[in-house]
């Protein structure tokens, strides 16, 4: 059965693609080594970028030369003959509908027939490379360049068998016999395995392939991953047939336990990206090459470019400008934040869809429920724009169906607020803005997280957010990226005239305003209860707050009653999921873990409001390695605090923790980053007060109506309960300086948008 294991395609979005490229031992084999020169490519990604500069310029000697170019690009028709017909029917007509190659598809595809023939060790060419190595930027169609010699090559591999069991029993000619070898074949054997790094990308590439081979008789495509019934996933393994297998490595692993009989081997080659212990579990059964092929697909900066269409020396696209923003202060944060997506709201009145990330699940729910709110009061959409909420804490259904209910969106007014679950290869079409705020996991992630807006050839734009103790991240990792700075004050202005210009002539703006997408597959019903989109969204013109500048003039004002209402409690398992975050960054960073600490501690109490910062253990700061810190600092002082600070309040968490837990212990549970320990799921309102009894929960998402919170009572957060914290006291007086200032000084006068040139 090992032998007829055909592939193994795997997109490996490695963390660091260019380690494992290295390093790994399949690369001593033969690749199918491309030079640019020995791939007809009538359209290169040059003349992409030219294209998205000439549609930027507007002229029209530079509209001929786009049409020009765009003559040139493959179109999908001259696969005929090299391609099954219901293939290539998938992709030109229903479901697919297209007409011509990208970049990546015009190296990959016309490889076809001979990248899929299989395997023949008496034939001549069986010493030449049948791996490739495909370098391409993020959003090219790398799906469909994998996918479609995936199908072809399981396709030759069924078709192969069937001729070789009728030629042993010595006819010439009986279908029944063909048939029959055929679907024994495709139940007992496993075609390609795509190895995914997370479920949401494991779940398009199964929609991408289920496309692709609608008109294939018989033909499955079959999901393994995480978070779904394991026993449920081994019946239907042990049932269907396994032309494409899409995994992510956690559940694949379970199931090659429970599979004596599938053989896999080398598993480890392909990937390195914190899953080396799964990929490591399945090793010995994985066929040995050449019987297995390997289609490496990766999207980073790796040096091995046998397959290369990015042409520049830029990892992201030229045509996303992305700019930078050093707070002054945490204090202009979220303030800061709100004001790019009003922005985008009104830069894109008709089809604004932005995604905001954030470093751990708790921030990206704090800010989730922040975003609601703040939505409802400052945003141009006001209360039609859609918010959703995707981490790692979503049972795996719900982050399904969010997932698709924003992917579907086209409200002209949408924020996904998401960890990185979202960052890496999820198609979301039409995204207008990504912005990140804090730091990204590395230079790979923002790369990824950037990919999510500009996809197919349009046009997007990217914005991170720093702290300014966060800015060494630009300062040493971005060192490639093409950064503008945007300051606080310069968005201030920019916000004021487009909101301004909006008010005088509200009807002529939203005509020149770039239209709104075209509608897409509607949207499965969800049941997600708290994320009910998408509904039915009004017209721009309906939408947006007229007048709109003393709503915009309004945000400061309303961000600062939207922290008071936020609950210490909650700001502090934030405060401690970033820490437990950072810490592990200060090498990154350029910052002494002691300075992380306090811009985490700044971070609380400025960014969020917190009268005094959080309180932090002496036992955990010892777990962090800074045992010294409290003798170095007095502000962290772990003098016990009078009892009556703690009195009166307490928590489930807390009471446990009075049971017996060690403070070390809760303060690790606090750390939710997406690889660290889960904590439990929790309603999307997390981190506001609850309404009082009796006061109606409104607004989307779960979010609360205005005037539904309790009003803090001045000084609780100091009277806390000290239950299982340890017996020392907590941090006071933040130490405020020491950061280095921000460097977003000038430079910043367009608009958002970019021309995107298509392929
Ligand atoms: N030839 C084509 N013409 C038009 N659209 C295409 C074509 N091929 C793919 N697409 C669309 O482009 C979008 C991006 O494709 P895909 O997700 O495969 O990109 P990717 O390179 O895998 O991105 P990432 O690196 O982020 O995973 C999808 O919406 C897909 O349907």
Known sequence: MASYLWSQVTRACARNSTRAVRSAPVFSRSFVALSRSSVARPCSCRQQSSLATAKAAGGSSSISQSQKEEETRIPFTTLEGKVHPDVLRAITKAPMLLTHMSPVQAEVLPLLPGIAEPYNKDAPQSDSARDLLVKAKTGTGKTLAFLVPAVESRIKHIDQHAERMMRDAGVTDDPRLAEQAKATFARQTVGTLVISPTRELANQI????????????????????GGESKSNQLRQWSRARHDIVVATPGRLRDLLMSQPNLILDEADTLLDM???DD?????????????RQTFLFFHGLPRHAFVDVIYDISPVHAHVPQYHTILPSPEHQIAHLVRLIAHDQLIHPHASKIIVFFPTTKMTQLFAS?????????????????????????QMAQRTSTSDMFRNDNSGASILVTSDVSARGVDYPGVTRVIQVGVPSSTEQYIHRVGRTGRAGTSGRGDIVLLPWEMGFVTWQLTEVPLKPLTVSELTIQLS???????????????????ARAATVPAPKSRDRYNRGPRPSPPAHMR????????????DQTVTEIQSKLVEESVSETFMSLLGYYMGRSGDLRI?????VEGCKSWATKSCGLPVPPYVSAAFLQKLGLSGMNRRNSSMSTRAPSKNRWEGRGSARRDRDREGASSVESDFKAWDHESGPKLQDRPSQYGFRAPREGQRQGGYGGGNREGGYAPRSQGSYGDRSNGGYGNSGGYNNPRESGYGGGRSEGGYRGSSGGNGGRW
């Open 592 to 596: 002494s873990r002691e300075a992380i």
């Open 544 to 555: 947006i707050q007229t007048p709109i500048t003393p709503v915009v003039e309004s945000v």
């Open 497 to 515: 005239e487009l909101s301004s210009t909006f008010d005088q002539d509200p009807a002529s703006y939203l005509q020149n305003a770039p239209p």
């Open 279 to 291: 990929i490591e579990a399945g090793k010995e059964h994985l066929p040995h090459c050449p019987q």
């Open 274 to 276: 914190g899953f080396h």
């Open 206 to 225: 199964v929609t991408e392939a289920i496309k692709l081979t609608s008109h294939l008789k018989g033909f499955e495509v079959q999901l393994l991953v």
């Open 370 to 394: 922040l975003l609601r709110e703040a939505s409802r009061r400052v945003l141009p959409s006001s209360g039609h724009t859609h918010i959703y909420e995707l981490h790692s804490k979503r």
